[in-house]
């Protein structure tokens, strides 16, 4: 059974290579964000965050995960 960073760790590869068939994919890209900033992997989060604002402007979801990110960034 994975422990909780080796699932994060696998996701993050799932989402990633989905993101190459399809960048613009929202919940690929917003889940992939998730699971970088449980990893405190926070600059990559951030980054998947922006994307998913630009892919997806006022996004609710995707402005929050940024807004927490920025904060534990400081």
């Known amino acids: 059974m994975l422990n ?3 699932q994060n760790e696998s996701a ?3 989402y990633t290579q989905a993101l190459k068939i399809n960048e ?3 919940p690929s890209i ?3 964000a998730c699971n970088l900033e ?3 992997r926070y600059e990559k989060a951030k980054h998947w965050f922006e994307h998913a604002i630009k892919v997806k402007p006022s996004w609710p979801d995707a ?3 940024l807004t927490l990110v920025c904060i534990k960034l400081k």
Do not use: I, M, W
Request: hydrophobic share 35%; charged share 35%.
């Open 24 to 26: 613009k994919h929202l």
């Open 4 to 6: 909780q960073k080796e």
């Open 63 to 65: 402005l929050y995960g």
């Open 38 to 40: 449980k990893l405190k």
């Open 30 to 32: 917003f889940n992939l």
């Open 12 to 14: 993050v590869e799932c």
